[in-house]
C-alpha cells in the first residue's frame, strides 16, 4: 500500500526508484500506468488526467514492461516484439511500414537481430528478458515504466540495457521511470532517485544527494561505503560485509 507518493518526471529524464521488497516500488509503476486504480489522489500524462484515457490511448502514450512476465509459446521473438505495436494496428498481425521499422530497430537495440525467429521459449532466461525489453521499446511510448529490466541478465547485457535506456533519453527524447534492485545501476544512468520504504518516499533528489550512507542504513540496513571509480570519479556503493567490525576508510577502486 502507498501513502502519500508523489512524484514527478519531465521529458527526457530517467527516474529511478529503489528500496526493498515489499516497498511499494511495483505498485506505485502500475498506478502510474493505470493497471491498479488508485483510492484517492490522482496523476496526469502531461497535462491530461490519467483517468480520461481509454486503454488503447493510454498504451500510446504509456508502455510498463512488468517484473515478471507470462508464458507465449509458440511464438517467436519478432512476433512478441511486434506486439508492442498493437496499440497502432487495426488489422491485427498486419504491419504497416512503421510498424516493420520500429520493430527491427528494437531488435537492434536489444542485439535480437540474430535471435528474432527463434522461439522465445528456447531461449535462456536473460535473451527473453531483453526480448520484453524490445517489445517495450517498440511500443514507442513517450513516457516507458520498466520493473526491473536488468533482472536475469549477465554483466555485459545488465549493462548493455542500461546503454539503450540512456540512448531513449538522449536520442529520443523518452522519458523513463525505472525500478532497480542495484543501487549502483542507478546512479549510473538516472537524473532523479526517489527512495522508497514501507510504501512512502524516504527521499529524494539527484543520486549524488541522495544515496549516501546515512540513507542506505536507514532504508536498507546495511553498512556501505562509498567510493569512487575510474577516472572520472564516478561513485560506486560497495556494502560492507556485516562481519566487519573495524571502522569504515575512504576508499577508491581505478
Not at 512478441?80 to 504491419?95: E, K, M
Not at 516493420?100 to 522465445?120: G, M, N, P, S, T
Request: proline share 5%; net charge positive.
Amino acid at each position: 500500500m502507498l501513502h502519500q507518493v508523489s512524484l514527478s518526471a519531465g521529458k527526457g529524464e530517467i527516474i529511478g526508484l529503489l528500496g526493498p521488497n515489499g516497498c511499494g516500488k511495483s505498485t506505485l509503476l502500475r498506478c502510474i500506468a493505470g493497471i491498479l486504480r488508485v483510492s484517492s489522489g490522482s496523476f496526469r500524462y502531461g497535462t491530461t488526467p490519467g483517468l480520461s484515457l481509454s486503454p488503447r490511448e493510454r498504451a500510446r502514450r504509456v508502455s510498463f514492461l512488468p517484473q515478471h512476465q507470462r508464458e507465449l509459446p509458440g511464438i517467436t521473438v519478432r512476433k512478441l516484439v511486434q506486439l508492442g505495436r498493437n496499440p497502432y494496428s487495426v488489422t491485427g498481425w498486419h504491419q504497416s511500414p512503421d510498424d516493420c521499422r520500429a520493430v527491427d530497430r528494437a531488435l537492434e537495440q536489444l542485439q535480437l537481430l540474430d535471435f528474432q525467429h527463434k522461439l522465445l521459449a528456447n531461449l535462456s532466461g536473460g535473451e527473453r528478458q531483453r526480448a520484453w525489453i524490445a517489445m517495450t521499446i517498440a511500443q514507442d511510448t513517450p513516457l516507458i515504466l520498466l520493473d526491473e529490466p536488468v533482472s536475469y541478465l549477465d554483466l555485459r547485457h545488465q549493462w548493455a540495457v542500461l546503454e539503450v535506456l540512456t540512448e531513449l533519453k538522449w536520442r529520443m527524447n523518452k522519458t523513463l521511470i525505472t525500478v532497480f534492485h542495484d543501487v549502483n545501476h542507478a546512479m549510473a544512468v538516472c537524473d532523479r532517485l526517489y527512495v522508497m520504504k514501507e510504501g512512502r518516499v524516504h527521499s529524494q533528489g539527484y543520486p549524488e544527494e541522495v544515496l549516501n550512507e546515512e540513507c542506505l542504513q536507514a532504508v536498507y540496513g546495511v553498512c556501505t561505503c562509498l567510493c569512487s571509480a575510474g577516472e572520472g570519479g564516478r561513485p560506486v556503493v560497495v556494502p560492507l560485509c556485516p562481519w566487519v567490525t573495524h571502522k569504515k576508510k575512504e576508499c577508491y577502486v581505478s
